[in-house]
C-alpha cells in the first residue's frame, strides 16, 4: 500500500508578513486551525509541519506537538530540500503540498485531488489549491500531490534558486500555466462543483489586509460552526463581507 503524506511548509521569517504563521483565528494561531482542519481529511496516512532549523521557528514545532502531528526541520530558504527531507523521512510515496498560509482548506476537496491524481495511475503533478486550466477554484481550498520518486528526481538536479524556493516551480508555473516538462511531468486538474465555481476568491494570508478578512471570516463562522466549508465562506462573502465592509 502506497503511503500519502500531507506535508505543510510553515515559518516564522516570511518576508511580506512576518510571524504570520502565530496570527491568530478565533483564539487559535494560523497554523493550528489549518491543523485542526487537515487532520479530518480521510486519504492522508500522515502530517509533518515542516519548519526550518532555527530557533525562532522553536514555537512552530511546539504547535506541532500539540496538534500531535509530525515536525520536520531543515533548511529554511531552500524548501525544495525541505520538503525532499520531510517526504524521504516519512517514506512518503505519494506528497501532498500545502502551504500554511491557506488558512481555510476543504478536507474533502483535498481528498478528492488525491483520489483524481491517484486514479491516474501515472507519476505527476495535480492540483486544486488554485484555478487553473479553466479548473476554477477558488484560491486556498484545495492543495497539489505530486509523486515522491518526481520529488526526487527535481531535488538531485535543481540548483536554480527560484525552483530552491519554490516547490511547485520544479514542476508547474500556475502564473503561466505552463508544466515544467509534460512528458517528464503531466499536468492535472479537476473542475470545480458549480455552487462554489469562484476564482475571485483569494483565501490566502500573505498581507495584513488579507490577515484582517480571514480573521474576520473566522470570528463570523468558527463560533457557529468549527467545520465551516467553502458554501459557509461564500455565504458569508456575498451576504455579509461585502454588504458590512
Same mark, same amino acid.
Given at each position: ?13 516570511? !518576508? ?11 483564539? #487559535? ?13 480521510? +486519504? ?7 519548519? %526550518?532549523? !532555527?530557533? =525562532? ?10 496538534? $500531535?502531528?509530525?515536525?520536520?526541520? @531543515?533548511? #529554511?530558504?531552500?524548501?525544495? #530540500? ?16 500545502? %502551504?500554511?498560509?491557506?488558512? !481555510? *482548506?476543504? *478536507? ?18 495535480? $492540483? +486544486? ?8 477554484? %477558488?484560491? @486556498? ?11 526526487? #528526481? ?22 503561466? =500555466? ?7 511531468? %503531466? ?11 469562484? *476564482? ?28 465551516? !466549508? ?16
Amino acid at each position: 500500500m502506497k503511503k500519502i503524506v500531507l506535508i505543510i511548509q510553515s515559518r516564522m521569517g516570511s !518576508t511580506r508578513l512576518p510571524g504570520k504563521s502565530l496570527l491568530t483565528l478565533a483564539g #487559535e494561531p494560523l497554523v493550528g486551525r489549518i491543523l485542526e482542519r487537515v487532520k479530518k481529511c480521510k +486519504n492522508i496516512d500522515q502530517i509533518v509541519l515542516a519548519i %526550518p532549523n !532555527t530557533k =525562532e521557528n522553536d514555537p512552530l514545532d511546539e504547535i506541532g506537538k500539540e496538534y $500531535s502531528v509530525s515536525t520536520f526541520r @531543515g533548511s #529554511e530558504f531552500n524548501l525544495l #530540500e525541505r520538503y525532499y527531507k520531510a517526504a524521504k523521512f516519512s517514506s512518503a510515496d505519494y506528497v501532498v503540498r500545502l %502551504p500554511a498560509d491557506n488558512a !481555510t *482548506p476543504e *478536507p474533502s476537496e483535498i481528498d478528492k485531488i488525491i483520489d483524481h491524481h491517484i486514479s491516474l495511475n501515472r507519476a505527476g503533478f495535480s $492540483s +486544486n489549491l488554485s484555478s487553473f486550466f479553466g479548473s476554477n477554484y %477558488p484560491d @486556498g481550498i484545495g492543495a497539489e500531490i505530486f509523486d515522491f520518486i518526481l520529488l526526487e #528526481e527535481a531535488y538531485k538536479k535543481e540548483n536554480d534558486k527560484q525552483k530552491l524556493e519554490h516547490v511547485h516551480l520544479n514542476f508547474f508555473d500556475y502564473s503561466r =500555466e505552463k508544466a515544467v516538462d509534460s512528458n517528464w511531468c %503531466p499536468i492535472s486538474t479537476i473542475k470545480c462543483p458549480k455552487e462554489y465555481s469562484r *476564482p475571485d476568491i483569494v483565501l490566502d494570508i500573505n498581507t495584513i489586509d488579507q490577515y484582517i478578512f480571514i480573521k474576520k471570516l473566522y470570528e463570523y463562522l468558527y463560533i457557529k460552526n468549527p467545520n465551516f !466549508t467553502i458554501i459557509d465562506t461564500l455565504d458569508w462573502y456575498d451576504n455579509f463581507y461585502k454588504k458590512n465592509k
